[in-house]
């Protein structure tokens, strides 16, 4: 394996069906919003439920991945935190929340399919489930604390998902043995979720399109470093300690906390009267400058370097 290939058979399919949206957003007037909400309120759901029913991962394995979702999500929460004393006042929060999360669903589910075929959907899929919740609830709070208005109405948005009841519909199917037949429904799940995969990225390449370059160059340097540098080094210890039984399944974890800005960052700050700008320039900076990280994080985990 050579970095080529881990760039020609990971990376750049996922860059290039973002490409296609970056240019449909700029030569269309197309909006990115109901594209992403089609992505959320239907198709991902149907992804979640048909992986979750088929997976051919254990209980605790799945119940493993998602707690990864959740302890890396604190463990670089702590480290924005720290960091984000050293940035511009105005960019502190900005860059708390893009050193906190990353683009777990509409880069790193079609990244972890490409990579790690086995394993990467439904590994991907459980991971999105953690990051889903932490950032409805840690990242509404770290976008909102120096926002006048309330948070709760905005963490109401955990329970009014479809994702979250899709994991409950898949976890109960799956303890039932519903996926274990080839049945025209499971069939058409199968259709409606993979659809979801290159209209992520679709979306994707339209936000990014979308996007507004802006704030210190420090500041959006820092969001690179803590986003696509230490995000891989503190992953590695920690699936390494929490035990996963496959190494496939943990190197899939390592690489969805290693992805670029999540561009929910945006949303956030845009609800909560945050630097838009600066979460914009982060999220486009981040999956601009990935194409190199990533892809030799691909390469390392592929030959067996770490994990």
Do not use: C, K
């Not at 957003?25 to 992986?51: K, M, N, Q, R, W």
């Not at 190199?292 to 691909?298: D, I, Y």
């Amino acid at each position: 394996m050579s970095l080529l290939s881990a760039f020609t058979q990971a990376v750049l399919p996922v860059l290039a069906v973002a490409g296609v949206g970056y240019v449909l957003g700029v030569l269309t007037d197309i909006e990115p919003e109901p594209l992403a909400t089609v992505t959320v309120y239907v198709l991902v759901p149907a992804l979640v439920f048909h992986s979750l029913v088929t997976a051919s991962v254990s209980g605790a394995e799945g119940l493993r991945i998602a707690g990864a979702a959740v302890v890396l999500t604190v463990v670089m929460w702590g480290v924005s935190e720290g960091v984000g004393f050293i940035a511009s006042d105005g960019a502190r929060n900005g860059l708390v929340l893009a050193g906190t999360f990353p683009n777990t669903a509409n880069y790193g589910i079609p990244l972890s399919v490409f990579a790690f075929p086995s394993v990467g959907r439904t590994t991907a899929v459980l991971y999105v489930v953690g990051s889903t919740v932490m950032m409805y609830t840690v990242g509404v709070y770290i976008a909102s604390r120096d926002a006048a208005s309330s948070s709760l109405g905005a963490m109401r948005r955990v329970a009014r998902l479809p994702l979250v009841y899709a994991v409950v519909a898949g976890v109960g199917a799956s303890y039932v043995g519903f996926g274990t037949d080839d049945s025209a429904f499971l069939e058409t799940l199968r259709l409606v979720g993979n659809s979801s995969i290159p209209l992520m990225l679709v979306v994707l390449g339209v936000q990014l399109a979308r996007a507004t370059p802006s704030g210190g160059v420090r500041d959006v340097a820092l969001a690179n470093v803590v986003r696509l540098v230490v995000a891989p080094l503190v992953a590695v210890p920690v699936v390494v300690a929490l035990g996963f039984t496959d190494p496939d399944v943990a190197r899939v974890v390592v690489l969805e906390a290693s992805t670029p800005v999540a561009v929910t960052t945006v949303i956030l700050t845009v609800e909560f009267g945050g630097d838009r700008d600066y979460a914009a320039t982060a999220v486009l900076t981040t999956t601009v400058v990935s194409m190199v990280t990533v892809t030799l994080l691909v390469e390392l985990l592929r030959s067996g370097v770490v994990v």
